[in-house]
T-cell receptor, first 117, second 118 residues
Framework: GENVEQHPSTLSVQEGDSAVIKCTYS??????FPWYKQELGKGPQLIID?????GEKKDQRIAVTLNKTAKHFSLHITETQPEDSAVYFC????????????????FGQGTILTVHP | EAQVTQNPRYLITVTGKKLTVTCSQN?????MSWYRQDPGLGLRQIYY???????DKGDVPEGYKVSRKEKRNFPLILESPSPNQTSLYFC?????????????????FGEGSRLTVL
């Protein structure tokens, strides 16, 4: 089955700096890569995702890049703010196109991001 | 308000005492799933359900049972809890892609149920 490795496990940055979290996956058939943010005491929430037919996607201060050949993808947060402090999870899945099935989502181990004011 | 509701949010129990964690969603989602979150291990899938009466094992199903008798509910049952089931549990739901169009893939999570087994 799919295996997703996420690094680093903890990341501490100063407000305004950039933060990068990296993930690698094992199953070359995976085609959907979401990132979830989990704030303290809450459930994870989707912040951005990317499909295997694109190499990069950006949404304001957040961007995700995908390297299918190397089987890794990364989350980039620019101009970090204290409210970015949270646990971030990457995940990988095979999403069926043209059918009604939903692929199993495998999560990474999580990264605790702390942004110091 | 669209949401996934879990109960209880916190529970301390003893080894062997059967318990059920309920999960309900009001978004008419076909797909529901249970995860457990442990430090350093991320989120691991316990069971999932593609639709009513259709369930399947995830990565760590041992010691758990589920049922899906109604679309909105997906309870997690611990028949004989043990200390290694002490964890933070999340229920999630989504709607898979319709024929001819890719699914959004977004999972909607509940707020979690923290379970301690003594």
């Amino acid at each position: 089955g799919e295996n997703v490795e996420q690094h680093p496990s903890t990341l501490s940055v100063q407000e305004g700096d950039s933060a990068v979290i990296k993930c690698t996956y094992s199953d070359s058939a995976s085609n959907y890569f979401p990132w979830y943010k989990q704030e303290l005491g809450k459930g994870p929430q989707l912040i951005i995702d990317i499909r295997s037919n694109v190499g990069e996607k950006k949404d304001q201060r957040i961007a995700v890049t995908l390297n299918k050949t190397a089987k890794h993808f990364s989350l980039h947060i620019t101009e970090t703010q204290p409210e970015d402090s949270a646990v971030y999870f990457c995940a990988a899945s095979i999403v069926m196109i043209g059918g009604t099935s939903y692929g199993k989502l495998t999560f990474g181990q999580g990264t605790i991001l702390t942004v110091h004011p | 308000e669209a949401q996934v509701t879990q109960n209880p949010r916190y529970l301390i129990t003893v080894t062997g005492k059967k318990l059920t964690v309920t999960c309900s969603q009001n978004m008419n989602h076909e797909y529901m799933s249970w995860y457990r979150q442990d430090p350093g291990l991320g989120l691991r899938q316990i069971y999932y359900s593609m639709n009513v009466e259709v369930t399947d094992k995830g990565d760590v199903p041992e010691g758990y049972k589920v049922s899906r008798k109604e679309k909105r509910n997906f309870p997690l049952i611990l028949e004989s809890p043990s200390p290694n089931q002490t964890s933070l549990y999340f229920c999630a739901s989504t709607t898979p892609g319709l024929a001819g169009a890719p699914g959004t893939g977004e999972l909607f999570f509940g707020e979690g149920s923290r379970l301690t087994v003594l």
